[in-house]
C-alpha cells in the first residue's frame, strides 16, 4: 500500500458505514419515525464483492 492510500474495505462494510454515517442520519432529521429498511442486494448479498 503506497502512503496516502485508504485501507481496503470490503463491500459490505462499506455499505455499512454509509448508511450509518450518512443515509440514516438524513432520515432521521427530514423524516423522523419513518419506517424504513436496508437491504444488501447484488453482489454483495452473494459475498462476490472482495
Do not use: I, K, N
Not at 450509518?20 to 447484488?42: E, I, M, Q, S
Request: glycine share 10%; hydrophobic share 35%.
Amino acid at each position: 500500500m503506497t502512503p496516502g492510500t485508504p485501507a481496503f474495505l470490503p463491500g459490505v462494510r462499506l455499505c455499512e458505514v454509509f448508511y450509518t454515517d450518512a443515509v440514516r442520519p438524513l432520515l432521521d432529521a427530514h423524516h423522523p419515525g419513518l419506517p424504513h429498511a436496508a437491504a444488501r442486494t447484488g453482489s454483495t448479498t452473494t459475498g462476490r464483492t472482495t
